[in-house]
Each structure stands twice: as C-alpha cells, then as structure tokens.
C-alpha cells in the first residue's frame, strides 16, 4: 500500500483542502484542537476532503462520539460519504448540510448509530434514487458512547466494504461501481472527534 493523504489534524483547517458544509444552525462549530477533528453541531454537517480519490484505495481514521455535558451530545449518527461526486450543475461543495440536499449526489453512505442510534444502513445513491443495501438494528452494530472506533473503508476493484474495529460491517459487488469521488465524513446533531485519517492506494 502506498500512504497518498494523512492528517493529524494538528493545525487548524485549511479551507482549500477542507470544504464545510453546515447547517445554518448557532450552536454549531468545526474545528480542530488537540490533533482531532471536532464537530459539534446541533444540525447537519459534512466535511469533505477536496482530493479526488480514484482506483482502489482504503481510508482509515478513528472516531469517537462523545456523550458528556455538551449542549449537542446526542448518541447517533457516525456517518460518511465516499466515492461521491456530482451529475448536477449545483457541483461539489456548495450544499447546506442539510441531508436531503445531498439526495442527488452519486454516492455510498454508511449511517452509523442512525437515528437516535436505532438502526445501522449502508446506500449506494445513484440517480435519484438511494437504497438500502444492507442494515443492522441489534446492539452489536449500534454506537457506543465515548469508544474510540477504528472506522476503515476499502474500494478494491468494484466491491466497497466498511469495517468497525476490524469486523465487517457491509460489503457491496458493486455491478456498476463509482468510479471516482470525495469522501467526506458526516453527521447531525451530535459531537464527534476525528484523529488519525490516512489513505492509502493499493497495489497489488
């Protein structure tokens, strides 16, 4: 495997490479502190990476959604967009982070804890249209508050799969796969913390 993209998170955003789309909500913020990711709002948000990922690569990065005091802590909702891009003449990066805008998008989702953390889908949005391709409603595959999740995505020749701590939670033969797109890490109302994202090419 070869490391393409990493980040720490150690400085703050930079905006030409980290595009936010937000909720118009007041109590919503996105940032960076302590070598992580914070967001921690109380609509819906997204924050996409501006690289285009193409070929068979796999993302990886850790991620906790934290129940504590806060005005926004709510256990639900740890979710991610990939492989998504844009049939449209909106384009990428302008939407209002509410989730329906993104209804038009070509894209594979994954909501974690989904919600109030009631049930776990993966869709693959294409067209108009976003079936559930695979879901879970018992507590294996539901969130833990404050856990430090191992969160890794693998594309690999026409199959997509997501993993939780090393186990499988969806896999997917995409008959007609996605080919390129943005990942963007996803969620609403909630706070989570982000740390340690790489991607890597894969090379046989």
């Given at each position: 495997?070869?490391?393409?993209?990493?980040?720490?998170?150690?400085?703050?955003?930079?905006?030409?490479?980290?595009?936010?789309?937000?909720?118009?909500t007041?109590?919503?913020q996105?940032y960076?502190?302590?070598?992580?990711l914070?967001?921690?709002?109380?609509?819906?948000?997204?924050?996409?990476l501006?690289?285009?990922?193409?070929?068979d690569?796999?993302?990886t990065?850790?991620?906790?959604?934290?129940l504590?005091?806060?005005?926004?802590?709510?256990l639900?909702?740890?979710?991610?967009?990939?492989?998504?891009?844009?049939?449209?003449?909106?384009?990428?990066?302008?939407?209002?982070g509410?989730?329906?805008?993104?209804?038009?998008m070509h894209?594979?989702?994954?909501?974690?804890?989904?919600?109030?953390?009631?049930?776990?889908?993966?869709?693959?949005?294409y067209?108009?249209?976003k079936p559930?391709?695979g879901e879970?409603i018992?507590?294996?595959?539901?969130?833990?508050?404050?856990?430090?999740?191992?969160?890794?995505t693998?594309?690999?020749?026409?199959?997509?799969?997501?993993?939780?701590?090393d186990?499988?939670?969806f896999?997917?033969?995409?008959?007609?796969?996605l080919?390129?797109g943005y990942?963007?890490?996803?969620?609403?109302?909630?706070?989570?913390?982000?740390?340690?994202?790489?991607?890597?090419k894969?090379?046989?």
């Open positions: 495997m070869e490391l393409i993209f990493e980040s720490d998170f150690s400085k703050k955003l930079d905006p030409g490479l980290w595009k936010v789309e937000m909720d118009s007041p109590n919503s996105v960076t502190n302590a070598g992580k914070i967001m921690d709002t109380e609509g819906g948000v997204t924050v996409w501006d690289k285009k990922l193409e070929g690569y796999e993302i990065y850790n991620r906790r959604v934290v504590d005091s806060g005005r926004n802590d709510r639900s909702d740890l979710n991610q967009f990939w492989a998504a891009s844009d049939p449209t003449d909106i384009g990428m990066f302008h939407r209002s509410k989730f329906e805008s993104y209804d038009n894209l594979y989702y994954v909501g974690f804890g989904g919600n109030y953390n009631e049930t776990t889908r993966f869709r693959k949005y067209q108009g249209e559930v391709l879970y018992t507590e294996p595959y539901l969130l833990k508050a404050n856990h430090d999740y191992q969160i890794k693998i594309v690999r020749a026409g199959e997509v799969s997501f993993w939780v701590d186990k499988l939670f896999e997917y033969d995409d008959p007609s796969p080919q390129a990942f963007g890490f996803r969620s609403t109302w909630s706070r989570h913390q982000i740390s340690n994202l790489k991607i890597r894969l090379i046989d």
